[in-house]
């Protein structure tokens, strides 16, 4: 009975140190378990720490930028950069500098354009990162180069001069690299603007020489006009008196040189008065008058001025009303200057021909077009477009033929754009040529 009892307490023994055993397996897998989570943690808060500085450092790499864009916006030259860049990395606490020299880069040469501190420093440095093209160069000794760089090109040099700590080197050189693309654009824009700012002044310079000269030019045709119409004038009158003496005494041979004298007279007149036209006009003081009148009268009071001139050479003059042209508000002085001018060229370069003046209107934009068409030498394309240039005529041999300056058609279309208008030329050589004055009715 003794040794079944026995038996029972060992197998209840057996049972107890089982459970137990499986207890501490239990226990050693929770553990195992826990110290790989712990391992996953420790990885996390390490990461998490990285994560942490990265940011850190780039909000210290941002708010450096920002302090250097304050301090960059206040400069106006490139000479103060140095100081307030510097100025602007010391506040921020990314280093301690007692020298900072700034040197622009050209045709591989270095030019000293500001400094703060001891200017004599820096310059064998600055000249070693260059000849190796190096982004950034740091001596160990407290010397620091940053390659500016803008558009990917380096345009200056940064040299610094700073107490000797490596961990200042290792926690604030990255940004500074980045730092140099920064001041490396202010560096360009700067260059930039002082490049626009002395354009600005060689224009306003050379203005001011046109300004000058052009009151210059003004004053001496005012007097030149007076000092060479009064004779003028005296000639031209003188001449037209002794014309008829000699007409009424029947002396042709001085009729004939008399004519000669006036009409060189009134030729040189008539060029006086175009050059001082064109200068009224370049100088925009032409006074436009207001006045109403009917441009079919002004059509007959031109052809019958310049009839003597178709006859000349043998030509003859057409002109063509078509409908009722009615009233035209403007310059009626102008107009018959214009028309004219246009009708002595084709009179000019036009012989045993034909000239039409022609009156249309056009009735959709109420516009009045007045042509001169001639069956003359014509012109050439080439020709046709520089012919309203001032003192150009068609072609050297052309000036030397025919004479004149060439200011009557720059004239002309001058004066019909003041008048709200325009000339269109339309020219064939050995056809003719057409010019095309269009007017509105009520000019703005």
């Known amino acids: 009975m003794d040794e079944g009892r026995g038996s029972i307490d060992l197998q209840t023994d057996a049972a107890a140190l089982a459970r137990r055993v499986r207890e501490l397996e239990a226990m050693v897998d929770h553990l195992a378990d826990a110290n790989i989570r712990a ?42 950069l140095a100081v307030t860049a510097t100025a602007a990395l010391v506040d921020a606490g990314a280093l301690e500098c007692t020298t900072a020299i700034l040197y622009l880069i050209r045709d591989e040469q270095l030019i000293l354009v500001g400094s703060a501190g001891e200017a004599k420093f820096g310059e064998v440095a600055c000249r070693e990162t260059l000849r190796r093209d190096l982004r950034y160069w740091w001596s160990g000794h407290g010397e620091v180069v940053l390659s500016l760089r803008a558009q990917g090109r380096r345009v200056a040099l940064l040299f610094l001069r700073v107490p000797h700590r490596y961990e200042w080197r290792d926690r604030w050189l990255p940004t500074l690299r980045s730092v140099g693309e920064h001041l490396g654009n202010a560096v360009d824009r700067l260059q930039i603007a002082a490049r626009e700012r002395e354009l600005i002044a060689e224009l306003a310079e050379a203005r001011d020489r046109a300004i000058a000269a052009t009151e210059a030019k003004d004053h001496f045709l005012a007097t030149m006009s007076h000092e060479l119409r009064t004779p003028l004038n005296a000639i031209i009158g003188y001449s037209e008196m002794l014309e008829e003496d ?118 959709e934009h109420d516009l009045v077009l007045l042509e001169v068409r001639d069956s003359g030498i014509g012109m050439s394309e080439e020709e046709v477009a520089r012919v309203f240039e001032p003192f150009v005529q068609a072609a050297d041999s052309t000036s030397r033929r025919y004479g004149g300056t060439g200011l009557g058609l720059t004239i002309s279309a001058n004066y019909a754009a003041l008048m709200g208008g325009s000339i269109q030329v339309a020219s064939t050589p050995g056809v003719g040529t057409s010019f095309t004055l269009t007017l509105p009715r009520e000019p703005c």
Do not use: W
């Not at 996390?44 to 450096?64: C, D, G, P, S």
């Not at 002109?319 to 000019?348: F, H, P, S, Y």
């Open 39 to 80: 391992a996953e943690l420790v990885a996390e808060l390490e990461e998490a720490r990285a994560v942490e500085e990265a940011l850190r450092r780039r909000a210290e790499e941002v708010a450096l930028q920002q302090a250097i864009d304050r301090s960059v916006a206040s400069c106006r030259y490139i000479g103060e």
């Open 246 to 363: 000699a007409q009424g005494d029947g002396d042709e041979v001085a009729l004939r040189d008399l004519r000669r004298i006036s009409s060189s007279g009134q030729h040189l007149l008539a060029l006086i008065n175009d050059v001082l036209d064109l200068t009224k006009i370049e100088a925009g003081k032409v006074i436009l008058m207001r006045e109403r009148y009917r441009v079919a009268e002004v059509l007959e009071e031109v052809a019958a001025i310049i009839a003597p001139l178709v006859e000349r050479n043998d030509n003859a003059l057409e002109v063509e009303i078509r409908g009722d042209l009615g009233e035209i508000v403007g310059d009626c002085a102008k107009l018959r200057q214009i028309l004219l001018n246009l009708l002595g060229n084709a009179c000019k370069f036009t012989e045993e021909g034909t000239i039409t003046l022609r009156g249309t209107i056009e009735t």
